[in-house]
């Protein structure tokens, strides 16, 4: 399966539509989602055209792999969740419920977030 260029998150790496950023590197990208589920509620992107965690973790450099988690610690650290706690969440394919073709991991905090999976 080829990357789809016109996937709505590289449209936003490409700043031809709007995002509220949070962080950026070489690398990484990260924003608000738009209809958060927690009051955190960040995406994380790698700047890299991978559709999802299969492409991402056989691809991409190591360099972009460990910008994407060192992302990860210096958004948590920033939006004050490090210490109350956070979940990180990468959907993929079907099974997954991935919606954007584009990797991304969700950071979530700011409440107590329950049970890992609701009922199907
Ligand atoms: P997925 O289901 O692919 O893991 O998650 C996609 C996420 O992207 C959803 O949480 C959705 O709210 C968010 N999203 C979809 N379109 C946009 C957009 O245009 N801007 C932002 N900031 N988030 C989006």
Avoid: W
Wanted: some cysteine; overall charge neutral; glycine content about 8%.
């Amino acid at each position: 399966m080829s990357y789809d260029s016109n996937n709505i998150f590289a449209k936003i790496l490409r700043k031809e539509i709007p995002c509220k950023p949070v962080y950026e590197d070489e690398h990484v990208l990260a924003f608000h989602d738009i209809h958060p589920q927690a009051p955190t509620h960040i995406l994380v992107l790698p700047k890299g055209a991978y559709r999802d965690m299969n492409d991402f973790s056989a691809n991409a450099s190591p360099a972009e792999i460990a910008a994407l988690f060192r992302a990860v610690g210096k958004i948590v650290k920033e939006l004050g969740v490090e210490e109350s706690g956070y979940r990180v969440i990468s959907n993929c394919g079907a099974n997954g419920g991935q919606e954007v073709p584009h990797l991304h991991l969700h950071i979530l905090g700011g409440r107590r977030l329950g049970r890992m999976l609701q009922p199907a």
